[in-house]
């Protein structure tokens, strides 16, 4: 994020919130094998879920 003037407490807000999505969804994290972290998330509740219900997958 640069430093910038904005003309409204809105416009300031949408570029916050721009900027999260992409910290969050777009932009590679070294520390999470540069996968963002919304994907960890993601693999992470999949695992979750997994797990959850004793899901097994079928061996041909």
Same mark, same amino acid.
């Given at each position: 994020?640069?430093?910038?003037?904005?003309?409204?407490?809105?416009?300031?807000?949408?570029? *916050? =919130?721009?900027?999260?999505?992409?910290? $969050?969804?777009?932009?590679?994290?070294? *520390? =999470?094998?540069?996968?963002?972290?919304? $994907?960890?998330?993601?693999?992470?509740?999949?695992?979750?879920?997994?797990?959850?219900? $004793?899901?097994?997958?079928?061996?041909?």
């Amino acid at each position: 994020m640069f430093l910038n003037e904005f003309e409204t407490p809105r416009d300031l807000r949408k570029e *916050i =919130a721009d900027y999260i999505k992409f910290y $969050n969804g777009e932009r590679p994290h070294q *520390i =999470a094998e540069r996968v963002s972290p919304n $994907n960890v998330y993601s693999q992470f509740l999949t695992r979750k879920a997994l797990k959850t219900y $004793n899901f097994k997958p079928e061996r041909s």
